[in-house]
């Protein structure tokens, strides 16, 4: 009766298992996979997205600053005879000037920025990519842990009833049965958990591919033919010359010495027209002249040249934040700007 209830157990844990057919799973290969998962991560969007955040930033760095329309609206009241009194409206017109040099570091920050982020995008392709690769070969690893395992079974269930037929010969004791029971057990338990495990491999790579790809599926290739590597010097030299993250962190450093030439240049008084026209009952007062503004003396111990405007290199000027779209997180700049602010609005 024990042994029927072994029998019985073990059929139900391969029914439990919910294997589908083979003609029902869709079939994925490596470049398949690596296809798919740049065209439908939501990653890769996210990265296209901060690219062309940047290039609007580009645009907008390169724009002259807007003019500062007034209108006000008053009454003149006449305190001495002989003055008429009425409306007297007041409209008045300033025009921000550009210095050249100013607009010109301003572009090459953004310019840096659009670089970098274009850079930051490509790295995540790679990270995701290699990612994506690391996840195919585990599912493939875990597939043959399966496989393992479903061996071992028909093995221990070979071993079960040789000694249950030894038993009931009277060949061996009682003992070997049990001991073969306990072993087929622990069998089918290691095949439980390896089809777990290929459940969560194939989940897990599911998520770095996307939601495109179905939740059943199954994977082409072996671990029998890894693939070929390079030479170490050749690895290096490739590292050293082409490596994404490497480019970004060179253009973060540029746009950041930019961005304290940028903050020195802003030491010069900023310069704007203005234009007014008071209109009053009898007479009609139209004024033209120069604003002159801006910050007096020097910037101080954390002004254009400190290393905490390193820090946030760009950040004065409104232009978007280079982002490192890994899954592992964004890297955080620093937190101090420098003193003042400039309008760089389209004209």
Do not use: C
Not at 334 to 345: I, K, L, S
């Amino acid at each position: 009766m024990q042994i029927k209830q072994i029998t019985m157990f073990s059929m139900v844990a391969l029914l439990s298992l919910g294997a589908h057919p083979a003609l029902s799973a869709e079939t994925f290969t490596l470049p398949q996979l690596l296809s798919l998962s740049q065209s439908t991560n939501k990653g890769v969007e996210a990265a296209q997205a901060g690219v062309d955040a940047a290039s609007a930033a580009v645009t907008s760095a390169r724009a002259y600053p807007n003019p500062q329309v007034e209108v006000m609206y008053g009454r003149l009241s006449p305190r001495t005879a002989g003055v008429t009194g009425g409306a007297a409206p007041t409209m008045a017109i300033t025009q921000k000037l550009d210095y050249p040099q100013q607009r010109k570091l301003r572009a090459e920050i953004a310019g840096r920025s659009l670089e970098a982020t274009e850079a930051g995008r490509q790295a995540f392709r790679a990270d995701l990519a290699a990612r994506v690769k690391t996840s195919y070969f585990d599912v493939l690893r875990r597939e043959m842990e399966l496989a393992a395992a479903k061996e071992d079974l028909a093995m221990m269930r070979q071993i079960q009833d040789r000694a249950r037929l030894r038993v009931e010969v009277g060949e061996a004791p009682r003992y070997e049965l049990i001991k073969a029971e306990t072993e087929l057990l622990s069998a089918q338990k290691t095949l439980q958990s390896a089809q777990l495990r290929v459940n969560q491999a194939k989940a897990a790579l599911r998520q770095q591919v996307g939601g495109a790809m179905p939740a059943t599926y199954s994977l082409s290739g072996s671990l029998a033919h890894p693939p070929a590597l390079p030479a170490l010097p050749m690895l290096r030299d490739t590292l050293t010359g082409t490596n994404a993250e490497l480019a970004q962190r060179r253009l973060e450093a540029d746009r950041a010495n930019l961005a304290v030439d940028y903050q020195r240049a802003l030491r010069l008084p900023e310069l704007a027209v203005r234009a007014s026209a008071e209109r009053q009952p009898d007479n009609t007062v139209s004024q033209v002249g120069l604003v002159l503004g801006g910050r007096a003396g020097d910037p101080g111990p954390h002004g254009a040249g400190s290393p905490r405007i390193r820090a946030d290199a760009g950040a004065g000027i409104g232009l978007p934040p280079v982002r490192d779209h890994a899954v592992a997180g964004e890297r955080a700049g620093g937190r101090h700007r420098a003193p003042g602010r400039v309008r760089a609005g389209g004209g």
